[in-house]
Nanobody
Framework: QVQLVESGGGLVQAGGSLRLSCAVS????????MGWFRQAPGKEREFVAAINWSSGTTYYADSVKGRFTISRENAKNTVYLQMSSLKLEDTAVYYC???????????????WGQGTQVTVSS
């Protein structure tokens, strides 16, 4: 029943910044975990970042540590992915996901959004 809607994707030059948003329908329970994944052309879908809704504990892939920040705004039922120092390799479709029983770095989430395209140009 949970629905996720991503927004904020677009075209940005290398070195620039972009913020993605994920709006979650309905109530978010304390046990929920939220994650961001991405899939680039010719590559498998990979984990990017995750956050536990209740505690705010975050997790990041090594490739984005220090550049990306995941956060949540409880009052708006929204999760964000702030992306900075973007590289050409960051070009991908970015997906928001929700997991019933806490954040995970694996592809084991219960609900998925439709994705939003991020293109980094030189």
């Amino acid at each position: 029943q949970v629905q996720l809607v991503e927004s904020g994707g677009g075209l940005v030059q290398a070195g620039g910044s972009l913020r993605l948003s994920c709006a979650v329908s309905g109530r978010i329970f304390n046990s929920y975990g939220m994650g961001w994944f991405r899939q680039a052309p010719g590559k498998e879908r990979e984990f990017v970042a995750a956050i536990n809704w209740s505690s705010g504990t975050t997790y990041y892939a090594d490739s984005v540590k220090g550049r990306f920040t995941i956060s949540r705004e409880n009052a708006k039922n929204t999760v964000y992915l702030q992306m900075s120092s973007l590289k050409l390799e960051d070009t991908a479709v970015y997906y928001c996901a929700a997991r019933r029983f806490g954040a995970s770095m694996k592809y084991e989430y219960d609900y998925w959004g439709q994705g939003t395209q991020v293109t980094v140009s030189s």
